[in-house]
């Protein structure tokens, strides 16, 4: 009998790649290993996490819920997010909100 872990029936009804990685997957099924959290924040270790995947691909989880779902984004999707970040198109998500000033 195969174990079936809660967070599996979150999985989002979108088709896996050839690889059977989808986003919205459980996070932990892409393994315990390799996920980072390269900036800190100041609200006590609530962080988004990363972790490099094959084809240049990126996931993105909740550190306060590792098993949750798992964003996933192609290279082309990092690279236009990353260059509208630097650009400053972000900066509207966090300003109003807060009086922390974050660097990039």
Known sequence: MTAVHPADDAVAATAPD???LVSGMPAYRLGRHGWECP?????GGDCVE???LPGGRVAFRQSKDPDGPALIYDADEISAFLRGVK??????LYAA????VFAV
Do not use: E, F, I
């Not at 909100?97 to 922390?100: C, F, K, L």
């Open 50 to 52: 990363v972790k490099r």
């Open 97 to 100: 909100q807060s009086s922390t």
């Open 39 to 43: 900036w800190s924040s100041p609200n």
């Open 18 to 20: 050839d690889d059977g």
């Open 87 to 92: 650009r400053g198109l972000a900066d509207h």
